[in-house]
């Protein structure tokens, strides 16, 4: 017979890097790279496009759109749009927790903050992998 446990443990969920990692692609770190060297005179090999969170703050530290007026005007907007991108991602939102309900399709179970804690016994994934008789939960936690 399995032991039970009800022991509460929380985990404090940084969504921000899954959530620019979902919101550039590799098209839009190449242009964020292109436009950090050309017009911010950032040398090329101070940009590290494999380290998204590194370039996005150096974006955000030199991201000026009157630095690159010389473009036409669908470029500029571009670039725009993208630095709204950036900022929408890195400014947080809930996450949805999601189930399979009986017909198999995915509905909504809860939500969490940006700067919510979440209980991993709410969480089936997290609860699966940290078991109350996993060694790891209390390593890790």
């Known amino acids: 017979e ?20 979902a ?3 590799s ?3 190449s242009a964020m790279a292109d ?5 911010a005179g950032i040398d090329a090999a101070d940009i590290d496009v494999s380290d998204t969170e590194a370039l996005v ?14 473009l036409k005007s669908a470029k500029r907007k ?19 927790i999601a189930e399979k309900n009986e017909d198999g399709e995915l509905e909504e179970s809860s939500t969490i903050g940006s700067q919510q ?5 709410q969480v089936a994934t997290l609860a699966a992998t940290f078991s109350p008789s ?6 890790a936690l």
């Open 117 to 121: 804690f979440v209980n991993v016994g």
């Open 78 to 96: 571009y670039y725009k749009r993208l630095n709204d991108k950036i900022t929408e991602a890195m400014e947080g939102g809930d996450v949805i």
């Open 57 to 70: 703050k150096l974006w955000q530290d030199n991201y000026d759109p009157t630095l690159s007026s010389s």
């Open 27 to 29: 098209e839009e770190i």
């Open 2 to 21: 399995a032991a039970t446990t009800t022991d509460s443990y929380q985990l404090n969920v940084d969504t921000s890097a899954s959530k620019l990692s």
């Open 23 to 25: 919101a550039l692609g």
């Open 35 to 39: 436009w950090l060297e050309k017009f």
């Open 134 to 139: 996993s060694s790891m939960r209390r390593r």
